[in-house]
């Protein structure tokens, strides 16, 4: 447990290398639970809310007709932007990377395709 437990947190710090990211978090997405962190885990949320504010949209996305699984929410503050990413996995409850960045040092566009590509990394 203690040698994927470091390549969990080695994963999650180079998360922090992309330009603007303060803080990431995998969480279940069904729990809440957090597995692991890096840089500031106040401003990527909580898990018991990233699991709540995931799975609310997922609903409400599929009572207006939308098809598929969530991939991915992006809300926008004037400081920050915070990212929910799910990550597929082969077994067990699905889970969540949540990721926040400063606004005014972050690219939001390429960020979200930046942390979307290297959210597997998290799991290797």
Do not use: C, K, W
């Not at 990431?24 to 962190?37: H, K, R, S």
């Not at 929410?73 to 409850?93: C, E, I, K, N, Y």
């Amino acid at each position: 447990m203690g040698e994927n437990a470091t390549a969990l947190q080695t994963s999650l710090d180079r998360l922090l290398e992309s330009p603007g990211v303060t803080g990431v978090a995998l969480i279940d997405a069904v729990t809440g639970l957090v597995y692991g962190a890096a840089g500031d885990i106040g401003e990527a949320g909580g898990g018991a809310e990233s699991s709540e504010l995931a799975a609310l949209i997922a609903q409400r996305l599929g009572e207006a007709g939308a098809e598929g699984d969530l991939e991915s929410v992006v809300l926008t503050s004037r400081r920050r932007h915070q990212m929910l990413f799910s990550v597929v996995r082969p077994a067990g409850d699905p889970l969540l990377l949540a990721a926040a960045l400063d606004r005014d040092r972050a690219n939001m566009a390429l960020a979200l395709r930046s942390l979307g590509d290297r959210v597997t990394e998290v799991l290797a």
